[in-house]
Structures are given as structure tokens and as C-alpha cells.
């Protein structure tokens, strides 16, 4: 079992910036494969970015390659998610997700609850 946190969520004009975190418990977090996802209000949940269990790979959506950068801290088991060039819309809930599977495969475990992220226009 893994528990994940978001938290970092807010409110940012747009072209602004922001990192929102994933602080990770209850097992090895070096294991799982970390991944972003986000949910917009009337949308479906879709897949930002992950990355892979050493850090050394890393997969992004079309939309936000190039401004988003995921990545991790296996020594504070903290995964990050910087967002820059924040367009109004990037703005959705936040989730990570932890996942035994490879570094595209989308399948994940395990879910956290969430992290808004607003921009502004």
C-alpha cells in the first residue's frame, strides 16, 4: 500500500509558475513509477507527465511538454511537478498516482486526493 499527498496547489496568473508536491508513504517508493495527472471541471481525467522509478526518464504530454518538468526525490520519497508558462487551461485538480507498471504503460495503483490549480487570464 502507498498513501500519497498532493500539496503546492494555488492560484497563478497565467504565464506564471508553480510546483506542486507528492509526498509518498507506506512503501518502497523507489518501486513505482510516479505519475501526473489532472481533471478539469466538465473533462475527463488525463495523463501530464511521469517518471520513472530512478528518475532518469521522463514522459509528458504533448500539451505540456516543453513547461511542465516532473521529477523526484527518492531519499524524501517526494515526487515534483513544475509547472511554467501556466496557461487558464492548465487549471484543473491535480493527482499524482503511483504505478508498478513501465514508465507509459498508465497503469497506476494507487491515487492521491488532489490539488487545485487555478489561472488566471
Known amino acids: 500500500q502507498v498513501q500519497l499527498v498532493e500539496s503546492g496547489g494555488g492560484l497563478v496568473q497565467a504565464g506564471g509558475s508553480l510546483r506542486v508536491s507528492c509526498a509518498a508513504s507506506?512503501?518502497?517508493?523507489?518501486?513505482?513509477?510516479m505519475g501526473w495527472f489532472r481533471q478539469a471541471p466538465g473533462k475527463e481525467r488525463e495523463f501530464v507527465a511521469a517518471?520513472?522509478?530512478?528518475?532518469?526518464?521522463?514522459y509528458y504530454a504533448d500539451s505540456v511538454k516543453g513547461r511542465f518538468t516532473v521529477d523526484r526525490d527518492n531519499a524524501k520519497h517526494i515526487a515534483y511537478l513544475r509547472m511554467n508558462s501556466l496557461k487558464p487551461e492548465d487549471a484543473a485538480v491535480y493527482y499524482c498516482?503511483?504505478?508498478?507498471?513501465?514508465?507509459?504503460?498508465?497503469?497506476?495503483?494507487?491515487w492521491g486526493q488532489g490539488t487545485q490549480v487555478t489561472v488566471s487570464s
Open positions: 517518471v520513472s522509478r530512478r528518475g532518469e526518464s521522463t
Open positions: 507506506g512503501s518502497t517508493f523507489i518501486n513505482y513509477v
Open positions: 498516482a503511483a504505478g508498478g507498471g513501465a514508465l507509459t504503460s498508465m497503469k497506476y495503483d494507487y
